[in-house]
């Protein structure tokens, strides 16, 4: 993650994200524009990711998501699938704590 071909990977990412959305990156889950890190929803393309492989995540949620996918037991489940699952219910959490 260190790599230059990751920081222009990460780079490119952005610019497509705010191409698409016209709106600046934000964390997905509280919408803070002082996100830090591209998050794997899927590590099955490491390298050629797709778009979708990735999310936008500020430290805080990030972390969350890593604590909650090491705490479960999901591992016969697939980690996309839990990503995926996590993601939605972080920010399910978040709206409700914001409201």
Avoid: F
Avoid at 30 to 49: A, I, K, N, P
Avoid at 65 to 94: P, S, T
């Amino acid at each position: 993650m260190a790599s230059a071909a990751w920081r222009i990977r990460r780079e490119n990412w952005v610019a497509h994200q705010e191409y698409v959305t016209g709106q600046p990156v934000c964390c997905a889950v509280c919408g803070s524009q002082e996100w830090d890190d591209l998050h794997h929803l899927s590590y099955d393309r490491m390298g050629q990711e797709r778009h979708e492989d990735l999310v936008a995540l500020c430290r805080p949620h990030h972390e969350e998501m890593h604590r909650a996918y090491d705490a479960g037991r999901w591992r016969n489940i697939g980690y996309e699938a839990v990503m995926r699952r996590l993601l939605r219910l972080a920010c399910e959490k978040y709206e409700r704590r914001t409201g």
